[in-house]
């Protein structure tokens, strides 16, 4: 089964830039049936999408961090990485990596879900 | 503020049924599907329901799903102690292009 494994410094001084990689193994991460997602939650409060990415490199990111963030691919290592620029303290958060399912039926409807997610990696941002 | 709405809390004895809903508007839930989320304390979301009723393999059939316009619906029935945990939905919001949450509910099992 499919595993997936964040890694990435804890701490993060605010302006400066977060960087974050998903390992995932069990599974190839060009397989073309699945994106592959990064989602954040602040201490105590609930989930936000950051964006996805397909293994050709395709990607959609969250409107309102979409100036600020960038996913990558490496299908050499079967992982997938996050840049988030000029860090805030509000962007303190466990950050989740996750396969995303995403397809668009003949009406247009997104048939999206999330699974399976990595444990999650805890980022603070302080000096 | 999230974009779907979830009750902050909800709470039931064992044995019995609770419903977490999730209200949306045409541009999210109306239009596309709704997946669930099951958070355990101090661990990481895992998938209860997709395509707003299907549950993943491994998933007991206590946990179910359904979707009335703009609403979607959590059902769990005979509750365990181990059903303590936060639920979300989600879905994408084809105003906004992008996934979008609910606030999250936490469900106490008394």
């Known amino acids: 089964q499919v595993q997936l494994q964040e890694s990435g410094p804890g701490l993060v001084k605010p302006s400066q830039t977060l960087s974050l990689t998903c390992t995932v193994s069990g599974g190839s991460i060009s397989s073309g049936d699945y994106y592959w997602s990064w989602i954040r939650q602040p201490p105590g409060k609930g989930l936000e999408w950051i964006g996805y990415?397909?293994?050709?490199?395709?990607?959609y990111y969250n409107p309102s961090l979409k100036s600020r963030v960038t996913i990558s691919v490496d299908t050499s290592k079967n992982q997938f990485s996050l840049k988030l620029s000029s860090v805030t303290a509000a962007d303190t958060a466990v950050y989740y990596c996750?396969?995303?399912?995403?397809?668009?039926?003949?009406?247009?409807?997104?048939?999206?879900?999330?699974?399976?997610w990595g444990q999650g990696t805890l980022v603070t941002v302080s000096s | 503020q999230s974009v779907l709405t979830q009750p902050p809390s909800v709470s039931a004895a064992p044995g019995q049924k609770v419903t977490i809903s999730c209200s949306g508007s045409s541009s999210n839930i109306g239009n596309n599907y709704v997946s669930w989320y099951q958070q355990l304390p101090g661990t990481a979301p895992k998938l209860l329901i997709y395509d707003n009723n299907k549950r993943p393999s491994g998933i007991p059939d206590r946990f179910s799903g359904s979707k009335s316009g703009t609403s979607a619906t959590l059902g769990i029935t005979g509750l365990q102690t181990g059903d303590e945990a936060d639920y979300y939905c989600g879905t994408w919001d084809s105003s906004l292009s992008g996934e979008v949450f609910g606030g999250g509910t936490k469900l106490t099992v008394l």
């Open positions: 996750a396969r995303a399912v995403v397809v668009v039926t003949a009406r247009f409807a997104r048939q999206n879900w999330f699974d399976p």
């Open positions: 990415i397909y293994y050709s490199g395709s990607t």
